[in-house]
């Protein structure tokens, strides 16, 4: 993501936490609120741009992934994770930010039963696809 474009979902997060503040109900803390806020407002911002530019890529997430994984495995586990779903990269994503699931439940706005089934399914899902693109990108 460039420079320009992390100012724009900035400006678009604080726009959107503006407009949103009088929906603040108090039931969570508001460091949550203000992420599920910021996330949704990614995410449909990742939307527009899909309909307008199919073949554009959404770009790459960052994330805390250990130091011990070598380069190409980072960027192989991004383009894994950028071919999901966005619920399940946003779990995926959380999940890797060292959130717990009841945190990701009231941040997605989902049960933290469907967020440990989700997370399970992914988990199975992005082994298979690491797998199967670690052999293919390594291949010359």
């Known amino acids: 993501m460039s420079p320009e474009d992390q100012k724009d979902a900035f400006q678009d997060i604080i726009l959107q936490l503006w407009k949103s503040f009088e929906t603040f109900r108090g039931e969570s803390e508001i460091s ?4 599920r806020v910021s996330l ?11 309909r307008k530019i199919a073949t554009e890529s959404i770009g790459n997430s960052e994330l805390s992934v250990s130091t011990a994984m070598a380069d190409s495995d ?6 894994v994770i950028q071919s999901l779903k966005d619920l399940d ?5 959380l999940y890797l930010e060292g959130y717990k699931n009841k945190e ?14 989700r997370l ?3 988990r199975a899902e992005l ?8 052999y ?5």
Do not use: C, D, G
């Open 32 to 35: 949550t609120w203000i992420y």
């Open 40 to 50: 949704n407002t990614i995410l449909t911002k990742i939307k527009k741009e899909k």
């Open 74 to 79: 980072i960027e192989l586990l991004n383009i």
């Open 89 to 93: 990269k946003a779990i995926v994503i």
């Open 104 to 117: 990701m439940a009231q941040i997605l706005n989902i049960t933290s039963t469907n967020v440990s089934t």
């Open 120 to 122: 399970n399914r992914v």
């Open 127 to 134: 082994k298979v696809k690491f797998k199967n693109q670690h």
């Open 136 to 140: 293919e990108f390594k291949q010359p």
